[in-house]
């Protein structure tokens, strides 16, 4: 570890903190067109290092890494640069009053997604919510919660140190942008040994921020994050990765840390916020399914069980089922299906084996799709966990590999299943970050206003109807992180939110509806046969809007 270059880079952005905390709206908003056109120069370069470190074969999942990489952060500084623009013209963020309601309990929702026409044609019949923390945030008030940053001379000059995650290649640039841009601090990144071929290409991501002592990245392992976590002129510290990481760093290692944690005493005296995983469920609601239905939501299931190869802090890891509905034995047989039917693909991410493992070798009931061999997991059903072994791995543990628990719940009616599976949930399962709920159109026509209502029981800090809640993620004028209520020592699944660019002080939650079935098939379905060919568009399409580049998008995904 080189110190001094680490304690250069440090002096650095000490220097530039207050000149970025100072700047202006328009000086801020001025570097965002380099951004989104490096990030456009940047992606083949980028998906070509992803794909070559984790062994992803030629061809359709290639789309992963264009999903999970540039296309949020190319998102992600577009929603900025709205944003921004009408700070600049304003002085506060443009909120549309006709997306704005109150729900009976007087919690305010704000619609934030489709942000643009080309979000319409794209994404037909599917939107996103923000949710602000009630009852501090009323519809009278929501102005006087948004952009706190941006209103009064009396801006914080921080330093953070951003410890990157190593699964996703978008979310360290993210998680910098989010510190810069919603929080206002300047960062040193730390990018993951495991994705640490990252870091020139971030550089030159970052090259005008870097330029200007904005930002500062840094490589190696452990030792390097302890130095900048000890570092007393680090202010913050913003990680995302594991709860077992987390706790190092706000209790530290061994003796000691374990005496910290007794104690609920941190060994460090600045702000550490975070986004740590989850054991995320997947609630099916029993409806009149179709078989072509159920062939869709298997294809859907199973796409945030193997997305990424599993190595997502979002991914499916509990398939939640009513007991009583005759079509769950016809969904589960369909999703086998589908697992026997997708390659297998290399556990890149380190200790996956051993996670794998652990949780299996709890479990009965073991129905693996493919081959276990060396530096490959086959992908894993557990069927028929039983709802109320509490300590089982499978429910208190993210496996983060291929493996999907499945548990049935007994219920008389669909009223009584939804809040008999917000319990489990919230009481069983370990996490806040993520649920997805599947409900037939039918049934939420029926269940009216109790459907938003055990929306609202679900303990999530993103909840995805009918679809995966990565789209909260993806879109970026969601937000992104932990339903709020958590400490150092029940840290779960993290304090603080990322993203968010439509600046909401407060929020509690996002969600994000899509139609039950969507045609053309959506291009982040690991059935998808085009969607490397689709991703790359849709890329160039946010870096260079334009009704040409939105019609190639459109006319590729019809033939996928």
């Known amino acids: 570890m080189d110190s001094s270059a680490i304690d250069q880079a440090i002096r650095i952005l000490n220097a530039g903190k207050t000149a970025w905390a100072r700047l202006s709206v328009a000086g801020k908003r001025r570097y965002l067109p380099g951004l989104s056109a490096r990030q456009a120069a940047l992606a083949e370069r980028q998906v070509a290092s992803a794909v070559r470190a984790k062994q992803v074969p030629p061809g359709p999942l290639e789309g992963e890494d264009w999903s999970n990489g540039p296309y949020p952060v190319e998102r992600y500084v577009n929603a900025l640069d709205r944003t921004l623009g009408q700070l600049s013209e304003g002085g506060q963020p443009v909120i549309d009053e006709t997306a704005v309601r109150t729900r009976p309990n007087g919690q305010v929702v704000v619609r934030v997604f489709p942000e643009t026409r080309t979000d319409r044609y794209l994404y037909p019949g599917f939107s996103g919510e923000v949710w602000m923390r009630a009852p501090e945030v009323t519809r009278a008030n929501l102005h006087d919660h948004t952009a706190a940053l941006y209103r009064g001379a009396d801006?914080?000059?921080?330093?953070?140190?951003?410890?990157?995650?190593?699964?996703?290649?978008?979310?360290?640039?993210?998680?910098?942008?989010?510190?810069?841009?919603?929080?206002?601090?300047?960062?040193?990144?730390?990018?993951?040994?495991?994705?640490?071929?990252?870091?020139?290409?971030?550089?030159?991501?970052?090259?005008?921020?870097?330029?200007?002592?904005?930002?500062?990245?840094?490589?190696?392992?452990?030792?390097?994050?302890?130095?900048?976590?000890?570092?007393?002129?680090?202010?913050?510290?913003?990680?995302?990765?594991?709860?077992?990481?987390?706790?190092?760093?706000?209790?530290?290692?061994?003796?000691?840390?374990?005496?910290?944690?007794?104690?609920?005493?941190?060994?460090?005296?600045?702000?550490?916020?975070?986004?740590?995983?989850?054991?995320?469920?997947?609630?099916?609601?029993?409806?009149?399914?179709?078989?072509?239905?159920?062939?869709?939501?298997?294809?859907?299931?199973?796409?945030?069980?193997?997305?990424?190869?599993?190595?997502?802090?979002?991914?499916?890891?509990?398939?939640?089922?009513?007991?009583?509905?005759?079509?769950?034995?016809?969904?589960?047989?369909?999703?086998?299906?589908?697992?026997?039917?997708?390659?297998?693909?290399?556990?890149?991410?380190?200790?996956?084996?051993?996670?794998?493992?652990?949780?299996?070798?709890?479990?009965?009931?073991?129905?693996?799709?493919?081959?276990?061999r060396s530096g490959v997991l086959p992908w894993t059903l557990i069927e028929e966990v039983d709802a109320g072994d509490s300590a089982n791995p499978c429910f208190t543990e993210e496996s983060f590999c291929g493996v999907m628990a499945q548990t049935f719940l007994d219920a008389a009616d669909t009223s009584d299943y939804l809040r008999e599976a917000a319990r489990f949930c919230n009481d069983t399962l370990w996490g806040t970050l993520s649920a997805c709920l599947i409900v037939h159109p039918e049934t939420a026509r029926a269940l009216g206003p109790a459907l938003e209502a055990a929306i609202a029981d679900f303990r999530y800090g993103a909840v995805g109807v009918n679809h995966w809640p990565v789209l909260s993620y993806v879109w970026g004028s969601m937000t992104w992180g932990a339903f709020p209520g958590h400490h150092a020592v029940d840290i779960q699944s993290g304090i603080g939110v990322v993203h968010n660019a439509r600046l909401f002080d407060r929020p509690e939650r996002s969600v994000a509806y899509g139609p039950f079935r969507v045609w053309p098939k959506p291009a982040w379905f690991v059935t998808h046969r085009r969607a490397h060919q689709i991703l790359p568009r849709l890329v160039r399409l946010e870096a260079e809007p334009g009704i040409g580049r939105t019609l190639k998008v459109m006319l590729a995904a019809v033939r996928g």
């Open 155 to 372: 801006r914080p000059a921080r330093v953070c140190a951003v410890l990157g995650a190593g699964n996703v290649a978008s979310i360290p640039a993210l998680d910098v942008l989010t510190k810069l841009y919603v929080e206002g601090q300047v960062c040193l990144l730390k990018p993951s040994t495991v994705n640490e071929y990252m870091g020139p290409l971030l550089q030159e991501l970052l090259s005008d921020l870097i330029r200007d002592g904005f930002v500062r990245i840094v490589c190696g392992g452990a030792d390097v994050g302890e130095y900048l976590c000890l570092h007393p002129d680090v202010d913050e510290i913003h990680l995302t990765g594991s709860h077992r990481t987390h706790d190092a760093i706000v209790f530290g290692q061994g003796e000691e840390g374990r005496r910290h944690r007794l104690a609920g005493t941190s060994r460090l005296s600045k702000r550490v916020t975070s986004e740590l995983g989850n054991v995320s469920p997947v609630i099916v609601v029993p409806g009149p399914w179709s078989a072509s239905d159920i062939r869709f939501q298997a294809e859907n299931i199973a796409t945030q069980m193997i997305n990424n190869c599993g190595f997502n802090c979002c991914a499916a890891k509990v398939l939640v089922l009513p007991r009583r509905w005759p079509q769950a034995a016809a969904l589960m047989d369909q999703l086998r299906a589908v697992l026997d039917g997708a390659p297998q693909r290399f556990a890149y991410y380190p200790g996956a084996e051993d996670r794998y493992d652990r949780v299996v070798s709890a479990n009965r009931s073991i129905r693996a799709a493919g081959e276990r």
